[in-house]
């Protein structure tokens, strides 16, 4: 079936739409509050300098109604859209939208309540501008034992644009996405959305709904605003036990990814997950002492009552026997002595500093793990910016404080010699470009790993470039061995949607259903203006 003519992308005069727009804003009053030049320069800054960084308005929104004002008045004037969260995408694009042009930025960081919450079933309904940290404190307030699903990126940033972006944690519902049972949103046309079962006053405990599974369409993916979504949270267990290992040598890599993947699969233990860093990695996360002197290091965490996490040890230990050089066991206990051991003067005269630096940074990491956010791992960001990380992590800004950071984010299958592979790959590629490679394995399913690898820059035009060519060079030889980025940043697009051309040929049609006029998003996932161009049926027809 042929789509309307209007749905394909017109060449428009910005500068003159802008203009329009930015008049009819003001005069209406009612449509949020547009942000002054130099809030608008400081909010739209990323992580990477760019060639092409065109100056969009933008637009802070309070409300639904004021979503439906401002996008019935960009569809009449023929202006482009882009929603934000929190817009701390760090590495990503931060609040920059899909291949850096849309008329209008949405910032939705004021729609920020917390809409309802079942304490008997750990459901709650919340707006785009929450954040990890606030829910933190709300279920502190409430005294609910429930976790927050936390990831590396700070307490600043939103729970709905995380799992947008299919972003993933350590907490026991570790692929974040799988924890949204609702989505309200708000389409190109104004038509409101909501999932099936889900009603606004009594969100329900079941996701699939009836008929057509439709909530996967708004997850990295443009057509709409999401102005609501339902989140399961997972009770907080009685235990939350870390356990840290150590490789001695570089070869023991193969042997300790299948030992991985029987953990997570037979051991019968309930790991929310477990990260294996290279050396690199970790002396960019904690310190070289972290290291131990050893090619690896890797992380994982156990929940459940305090017996069977402590009789999970010895399943561990078993699974790891004779591919590590030393396993430690962190718990709440174990981080109560050491803090006892360092608020006491004598004692505290006798420890390193290097060591009790180690156990801040152990500690912190637990925190995370047990389901409260903090800004530990994003000081990551900071590795090559002047600016030294701010203390406690508090008010740390990667964009505005400076900060160089790409992420190059593949799946790789969880076997001993795809790691090798990658590895090897990732390594020579890196050192093409003179970049460190700071590798990752992160545990994503019973059979995947997400791997990443930040690329940490002084921020600059020069070395902005640099790392730009790096991480097109990692995305194109990676997959060439068969590693997809899951992930991809805003001004790459065009490497996002270069494969696969039936399923953009069907992401397109569903998306044209939602936004005919190609209003909200239109260069986040999907394929380029030109592509229009060169295949006028491209909606219409399909791909030949």
Known sequence: MKQRAANRPHPTDEGNVRKKLEQTLRECGLSGCLLSEDETAARMQDTCLHARSEQSLVLTIHDKEEVVRSLSHARTIGATVHPVSSGHNWGYGTARPGRGAADLILDLSPMNKILSFDDELGIVRVEPGVTQGQLAAFLTEKGARFMVPTTGAGPDCSLIGNALERGYGMTPISDHFQAVLGIAAITGEGRIYRSALQKSDAPTPYRWGVGPYLDGIFSQ????????????????PERVEM??????????????????????????????GINLMNSARIEAMAGASATRGCPWVGTGVVFGRRQVVRAGRGVIRKALRGQIQALRFINEDTLRMARLAAGLPPLARLIPAKLLDMVRSVEAAHEVLSGHPNAFALQLAYTGSDRPFPKAGIGANPAQDGCGLLWYAPIVPMRGDAAHTYVDFVTRTCAAHDFLPPITFSTLSASAFDSTVPLLFPRDAENSARAMTCLRALISQGRKLGFEPYRFHADLMDEATSAAPDHWWLAE???????PDRLISPGRYAPSNDTFDRNPDFIGGGLH
């Open 221 to 236: 993916s443009g057509g709409a605003v999401v102005t609501e979504m339902v989140l399961q949270l997972k009770p907080r």
């Open 509 to 515: 049609r569903v998306r044209a259903a939602l936004d």
């Open 243 to 272: 356990f840290v290992f150590w490789l001695s040598e570089a070869s023991a890599l193969g042997g300790t990814v299948e030992a991985m993947r029987t953990l997570c699969t037979q051991s019968g233990l309930e790991i929310g």
